[in-house]
Structures are given as structure tokens and as C-alpha cells.
């Protein structure tokens, strides 16, 4: 008989998935005796099993079937399991019948997060790390589920996962992190494990070209998705966005800036906007050369990137704007817009200035200066930075007398220090790779 059990428990698997009986093997008396082989002794029928029962369809109808055999609480005792394999099966085909809200409330009401936390801690095989974090990932689409699974400790085993050798264990877990990150009460647990530290380290993203049939075959989500996605939410918390700047992240945002995948594109501009909301973020976006990202982006052949695009500049300040073209001018082909000329050609180029213009001269908010062809207009400029005439020597002024003479004079303090502070802003450290590079020039 057990040299029978994988050829019939194989059989069931193969009709309940591809067979022509597949309305048949759905009704109860089949289902029960599938979920029955959980509880077999051999591995390979365990796995097929759960396989076959990871292939149901996510109907309610079918998914109270399950429930009425015993097939979740059987399920969830596969995780028990000693080899490696049963317990990967048995976490995938509840990451697959997660999307089944019946099945998820009844899951989580037979313990599955305790045990899930448990096989997290204990897991050394990277296929069961794997697994475990597609089931929380599943879970976590409902805010109840997430909060029990943060609250059961699961942040520092996700963390450890993060430094992983692995690239579709880090995939994976990243994954994990981020679907928990809609908890925003609950969010400090993953702080105070480290995870904000570890996945805005660059190094998360070592080796990924070297792996990338191996994350296709895991059927994960790309990496630097899951980054920007994670970059965006803690752009929307106080004590994450504190966090992010002392982690770095801004300069993990940049480089998310240069993926030609379109998901990335929109969340990068996504973050980018709700990140300028806070006048330091703004002006640190701006010496980075975000803004300047954000007019590329204006380019890319996708509705969704350009309207998240044309979004985030609407929520930057026309001082920001103007600071941002001041700096522009400037660093000159190699500083700021170097990020444009290395993607864009001179009549591409072209066009993005004339947006730039436009959308500054829509952020002052002036009906006049929508009828002038440039900034270089006494008027405009005085309308723009309303710079009081008692303050002829202050940085703000020396902006003024740059947009409307079209040269940069020397300030009052090294440019290294100019930031948005000038124009009533609080100082930001200036980025060396942007200021830098802006050294006075009085021929200019």
C-alpha cells in the first residue's frame, strides 16, 4: 500500500488540476480524501497533495468545502513537518489560498501565525524561507493579519532573512516587509529589529543580475519594486522618514531612479512627491537632482509614470523650483542635468526646459507670467521670489538678480552652504555631488 500511495495520491493531484473531472474532484468526498494524505508518513505524497490543494480556485463555495473536511487545520499541521519540502509546499499553497478571505479567517483562527513565526525562526533551507514569507506576504493583504504577525515577533526573523546570500530569499522577504508596512501603528517593531538599516543598504541589491533566472523561477517580485514601494510608505511616517534620512535612503532613491521597469518609474515619482511635502526632503531632493528625474520621467512612454510624474512637481514650491533651476544653472552639463543629457537627446532636452518653465511659472501661481516667454521679466522675478528690497546682499536676493540678469553672482557664504534655508526654509547638509560641483564663476 505506501508503494501505491504516491501513483494514486499523484493521479488525484493531476485530475484536480488538469483533468477532465476537475468539477468532480471539487466536491467534498474527493477533497477529504486529498486533505487525508496530509497526514501520510511519506513526503513526496504530502507535497503532492498540497500541491493539488494549492490549485483549488478561489471561490468561496469551495473554499467552505475545504473548511467543512478539516483541510486548513490539516494544512497548517504540514508546516509541523520535518523535511523541508513538505514544510515549502505547505507554505506556498497557503501564500496561493490566501487570496480566499474564508480561508484566511480561518487559518488564522487554527494558529497559523504562531506556526508560521515559529518555521520563520527555526528555518534554515532557503526553499522553507521562501515559502514562509509568500504566506505572510498572502496574509498580510488584510490589516488585521499583518498587525497579529508583527505582533508575534515575526520582524526579526524577516531581518535576518534580509542578510541573506541568497537573492530570492532577500527577494522574498523584502516582499514580506514591505506588504507589513501597511500597519503604520505597528511599523516601530521593524524599525527597532533593524529592517529600514539593512534594506536601504545597497548591498541589498548585490548579485542581481548574476540571479535573475533564479528569481524568475520563484515567481518573485523584482527587488527594486519592492525598494521604491518600501521607500513611498516611509515617505508617509514621521519616525520612518526621520529614519530615512539617516539611513541614506535618499541616495538608494536616485539610484532607483535610473530602473527602466515602469512599476519602479511611478512608485520613484510617487515617493519623490510625497517626500517633497517636508521642506528639508524638498530641498535635499532638489541638490540630488530628484527634480530633474522627475522632468526625465515626463519622457517615458507610460501614461501612469507620467501622470505620477506631472503629480509630484505640482507638489513641489515654486521656491524650489527656482532654487532647483538656480542650481542648474550653476553646475552647468556636468552636475545636475547631467542626469537628463546621459538619457535624453538635444531636442528632448529642449522640450523638458520649456516644462521645466511651465510648470514653475504654474507653481508661482501669477496669471501674468503665463504670458511671458521667460523669467528674465523684472516684474516676473520680483513676483516670484517677492524678495523684500531691504535685503540687497541676502542669498534670496542674489537668486532674484540670477533669474532676471541670467548670471550667478558671488553670495554672501560659500555656495557649498546655499540651500533653501535662503529663501526661509530649514538648512539641509548640501549634497556633495550637486553643490560641489556649483563653484562661483564670475564670467558666467
Known sequence: AASVQPHASWLIASLLVRGGARDLMFQRGPLSFLVELFETDSPKVVVQAAWAVSHLPIDSEIMERLVAVNGVRRLCSVLCSEHAEVQAQGARTIAKLSSSEVFREQITNDGVVALLVSVLMNATDSSVQIGVAFAMCGLSVELKHAEALLQSGVAAGLVTLLRSDVVAVRTAALAAVVSLLGVPDEMPRLFTAGAMAVMLDQSMLRDLDKSEEEIRGEGLPEMELSLARAIRMFASHEEAKERFRASKGFELLMHLTQSPDPEVQEEVAWAIGVLAADPESETHLAELGAIDALHALL?????????????????????????????????GQDGATGFLTKHLDKETMARLRCT???????????????????LANPAATEQLLQVPAQEPGSPRRLLRDALLAGQTKQPAKPP?????????????????????????????
Open 356 to 374: 521645466a518653465d511651465t510648470t514653475l511659472r504654474q507653481a508661482i501661481g501669477v496669471e501674468s507670467l503665463a504670458r511671458m516667454q521667460t
Open 416 to 444: 557649498g552652504q546655499m540651500t533653501m534655508k535662503t529663501m526661509g526654509r530649514k538648512s539641509v547638509s548640501p549634497t556633495p555631488n550637486r553643490l560641489a560641483a556649483s563653484q562661483p564663476n564670475p564670467q558666467l
Open 299 to 331: 519622457e517615458v512612454p507610460s501614461e501612469a509614470v507620467v501622470q505620477r510624474a506631472e503629480w509630484s512637481l505640482s507638489m513641489l514650491t515654486a521656491e524650489c523650483l527656482a532654487y532647483n533651476r538656480l542650481l542648474n544653472e550653476r553646475v
